[in-house]
């Protein structure tokens, strides 16, 4: 005779079912309307291989078909959905933090340094989207009253198309820089931003479209503004009666090291000075040169670079590698 409630020899792990998990994907691909993300969210392919849908977030579900932000360093923890991992949980992968302006931010954090962007630390590197949506700027095509309904536009439906599709070709993005006509091409170009480094050689960045193909690109310079040194107020005379100076050489000429390599020729450098206040002294007026670098057995290359010709000193002394110092609020 059998033992009462069930068959002999049998164990409970033996007679227990793995629960059947639910298909979340299915072939041939169906697609809706790709749906319009939010600002900050990938729109990014299904976990099928079929559809465009909008990332899934930290916190939020996710399966085989909808995934996780993978620009995020997001991935479905299904922990906790045993034994049938099916549906799981957003989480942020295991990943080092970020450092902005001596500011420790953890791995997947969203914080504001400023009042324009909000930015998230992804595995060390920053994101920022503004956190405001700036508005459109008011159209050629006048608008007029009368027999036409209120706010009717004078321009057609080509008109419309046309400044469409050509005006983001004849504005002056960077109005402040006189702009020249070169081959068809309005050429532009974004302020250098401030050299990434106080004292030894650094770079510095600006976006122009001044090519042959008239694309807007980022170029690179090197720039010197001080030389590393720990007795400066030693080597600068500062005139009697004043607080600052300027601008200041040193004694000789001297060849530039930059990544291990020195230059074929010898400099005499103009450096922006020091000041015995709060002040601090950068660069106002500059010209440009291209310098040669020789490497030990390692060949040689050329680098443009900035020549400082004049300093100014003032008040406002922000940190160059501060990325945000120089918005301002319209």
């Not at 034994?83 to 295991?94: D, S």
């Not at 503004?130 to 706010?151: M, W, Y």
Request: net charge positive.
């Amino acid at each position: 005779h059998s033992p009462p409630g069930g068959k002999s020899g049998a164990k409970p792990s033996e007679t227990s079912e793995v629960p059947q998990r639910k298909e979340f994907c299915h072939w041939p691909c169906s697609c809706p309307l790709v749906p319009t993300c939010a600002p900050g969210i990938s729109l990014v392919k299904d976990g099928c291989g079929c559809c465009k849908i909008c990332a899934r977030q930290s916190g939020e579900t996710c399966n085989e078909a909808a995934v996780c932000d993978p620009h995020k360093g997001l991935y479905c923890d299904y922990s906790e959905d045993k034994p049938r991992y099916e549906t799981g949980v957003c989480a942020y992968l295991v990943a080092v933090g970020c450092e902005l302006n001596g500011v420790y931010y953890l791995n997947g954090q969203t914080f504001q340094p400023n009042p324009l962007y909000k930015c998230l630390c992804v595995s060390g590197a920053i994101g920022c989207t503004p956190a405001f949506i700036p508005k459109l700027a008011a159209s050629p095509c006048t608008r007029v009253k009368g027999r036409k309904r209120p706010g009717q536009s004078t321009c057609g439906p080509g008109q419309h198309k046309q400044l469409q599709s050509t005006s983001y070709r004849l504005m002056s993005a960077y109005r402040n820089l006189p702009l020249v006509l070169k081959k068809k091409c309005l050429v532009q170009a974004t302020p250098w931003t401030p050299c990434s480094r106080t004292c030894g050689i650094g770079i510095s960045i600006r976006v122009t479209n001044e090519n042959s193909k008239c694309e807007m690109r980022k170029e690179k310079r090197l720039c010197y503004i001080q030389p590393c040194q720990t007795n400066i107020l030693k080597t600068i005379k500062i005139p009697k009666g004043k607080t600052c100076q300027p601008t200041f050489q040193l004694p000789t000429a001297e060849k530039l090291i930059f990544s291990g390599c020195s230059t074929t020729q010898s400099y005499k450098l103009t450096f922006c000075g020091v000041c015995l206040d709060k002040r601090c002294c950068i660069p106002s007026k500059s010209k440009m040169i291209t310098v040669h670098f020789e490497c030990p057995n390692e060949g040689s290359f050329t680098w443009k670079m900035m020549w400082v010709t004049s300093c100014v000193c003032q008040r406002i002394c922000s940190d160059p590698r501060d990325i945000f110092s120089e918005l301002k609020i319209l």
